[in-house]
């Protein structure tokens, strides 16, 4: 038997929320949290418990027996843990743009999880279980999830999880379930497609399904506070952008139904304003996503152009976007 690899010491959990510990294998499971404790055994290839919701706290002490293997988690929080999720400019680190560096610094309430990618080139992997946040290591930190993470944290004084999953040059498709898409009648012809789905390097995650089986599985059905999604730019075809909207919304209830949680909120980041794209599809795709807010409930549109850069399709300020997320979670 073994744990998910998300369970590890100075892990947090989210505050209100069913606390759900997972991992493969069969066998009588135990695990203990603060005051709550539950034994089962299981047959079969996963298991799962589930222990009751809990106020903001902590450290505590995670205690797991797997089948007479037992496992002691410290430094363990609750708090409020954020999914961060999308292409390139969620992927952006905080090295890469114009946040000064006298804003790094350390907070000990503030950790960091990342799923592994199919690309190289990463700083963070699942084998470095949750990251204390450290002035030193901020520079291989998501600029927005440092910067919303951080903003919250201070603000709230809890401890905040960061989990990051993303990939550069990533097309809505293959974050959604297979065979969602056809179930909605969406079906659009490779030529229809924007290039990045064909792409000699990109094609390798842009397959449907692709990036939910690869990577959003590694940590479903962990308890989430919400997710902040920033997408878009590789679905900037005519074809898609018209179906966008529905996209997303197929995406957000798939993902909802994986968390196990039917009102998760999203706030969704309106791409920003691009020079070089200042074209019908661009700007029908950004109309998608603020159409996508107003299609389904506790969904929020996060509108980036006005603070940011538009001659670099990447924005070296995300700090002004950064608040701006902050201030709607």
């Not at 744990?3 to 892990?11: A, C, E, Y």
């Not at 201070?154 to 097309?171: D, E």
């Not at 304003?273 to 409930?297: C, F, G, N, T, V």
Request: include cysteine; charged fraction near 25%.
């Amino acid at each position: 038997m073994e744990l998910n690899k998300i369970f590890t010491s100075g892990m947090i959990f989210a505050h209100s929320k069913p606390i759900r510990i997972f991992g493969k294998g069969s066998g009588t499971v135990t695990v203990e949290l603060a005051d709550n404790k539950k034994t089962h055994k299981f047959e079969g290839e996963c298991w799962e418990i589930e222990l009751p919701r809990m106020k903001c706290s902590g450290p505590h002490e995670l205690k797991i027996d797997l089948d007479g293997k037992k496992t002691v988690l410290t430094d363990v929080y609750i708090g409020e843990v954020y999914l961060f999720s999308g292409q390139s400019n969620m992927q952006f680190k905080i090295c890469e743009s114009n946040t000064p560096a006298d804003l790094y610094c350390d907070n000990p309430l503030l950790r960091t999880f990342a799923t592994s990618r199919m690309e190289e080139g990463e700083f963070f992997f699942p084998e470095d279980g949750w990251i204390e946040c450290k002035k030193e290591n901020v520079p291989k930190w998501s600029a927005i999830g440092y910067l919303v993470g951080n903003e919250i944290s201070k603000r709230k004084n809890i401890a905040v999880g960061v989990i990051t999953c993303y990939q550069g040059a990533s097309v809505i498709e293959s974050w959604i379930p297979k065979g969602e898409l056809e179930k909605a009648g969406i079906s659009l012809s490779a030529s229809e497609l924007h290039y990045d789905h064909a792409s000699e390097i990109y094609s390798k995650w842009n397959g449907e399904a692709t990036l939910y089986d690869f990577a959003l599985s590694q940590i479903i059905p962990f308890s989430l506070t919400g997710v902040i999604w920033y997408q878009g730019e590789s679905d900037t075809s005519i074809a898609e952008a018209k179906v966008y909207a529905k996209e997303l919304c197929i995406m957000i209830n798939s993902w909802r139904k994986a968390f196990k949680n039917d009102t998760l909120p999203f706030v969704n980041v309106q791409i920003a304003d691009y020079d070089e794209r200042d074209d019908e599809a661009w700007h029908l795709l950004q109309d998608e996503q603020m159409k996508a807010s107003q299609m389904i409930d506790g969904t929020f549109c996060v509108k980036c152009a006005d603070v940011c850069e538009k001659n670099n399709i990447h924005p070296p300020t995300k700090t002004f976007l950064s608040k701006r997320i902050a201030d709607l979670l």
